[in-house]
């Protein structure tokens, strides 16, 4: 199964801020996908990265917010956007192949002050 | 959470007992996924079990599929205190069989 590296692992920003996320698979996979776990909750899927396209959201999230990278079949980006406290958050990528599950990487602890 | 819920929310048990969660899901799906959640940390593919299929192991896991009542269990047998972890289901849609969305979870203690 893949192997995600995620960076940073954590972070506290100013509010009104944006802090971009980045997510590296050590394959080639075809589907790549950013979630958000507030505290205590379960995981809330943000949208899918699409390679060579613009990522598609879920309800609720837009792009202005969260503008999603995926440049290449390897690597992908998340930016959280003029950030309020209300987005202190956990965010994680995911990716794989459906056969073998999809992995995830160890997660973005943001907080914002 | 968007797709499924778990029951119990919390579980606790001496370890060397078996643990069994619970999921349930709302629309028909193709595949569902169980993983596991150490405290703050990432999180760890268990089991991929398809729709065609009613029951997987790996090692201490078993996990069935009743896709006539939306719901799938995990059981953990001889569990250990290293168990002690939030575990979640994931399913996708019947028309995407790409995305997948987490239940809200299962948190077990395992009591040494």
């Known amino acids: 199964s893949a192997v995600i590296s995620q960076k940073p692992s954590r972070d506290i920003c100013q509010r009104g801020t944006s802090l971009t996320i980045q997510c590296q698979v050590d394959?080639?996979?075809?589907?790549m996908f950013w979630y958000r776990q507030q505290p205590g909750q379960s995981l809330t899927l943000i949208a899918t990265?699409?390679?060579?396209?613009?990522?598609?959201?879920e309800s609720g999230f837009v792009i202005d917010k969260f503008p999603i990278s995926r440049p290449n079949l390897t690597f992908s980006t998340l930016t959280v956007s003029n950030m309020s406290p209300e987005d202190s958050s956990i965010y994680l990528c995911?990716?794989?192949?459906?056969?073998?599950?999809?992995?995830f990487g160890s997660g973005t602890r943001l907080t914002v002050v | 959470s968007q797709q499924g819920e778990e029951d119990p929310q919390a579980l606790s048990i001496q370890e060397g007992e078996n643990a069994t969660m619970n999921c349930s899901y709302k629309?028909?799906?193709?595949?569902l996924q169980w993983y596991r959640q150490n405290s703050g940390r990432g999180l760890v593919h268990l089991i991929l079990?398809?729709?065609?299929?009613r029951e997987k192991h790996s090692g201490r896991l078993r996990v069935t599929l009743d896709t006539s009542k939306k719901s799938s269990s995990l059981l953990i047998t001889a569990s250990r205190a290293a168990d002690t972890a939030s575990y979640f289901c994931a399913t996708d849609a019947l028309d995407n069989f790409n995305k997948f969305y987490f239940g809200s979870g299962t948190k077990l203690n395992v009591k040494p």
């Open positions: 079990i398809r729709s065609n299929e």
């Open positions: 990265a699409n390679q060579g396209s613009e990522a598609t959201y």
């Open positions: 995911s990716a794989g192949l459906l056969n073998y599950g999809y992995t």
């Open positions: 629309t028909s799906i193709n595949n």
């Open positions: 394959s080639q996979v075809t589907m």
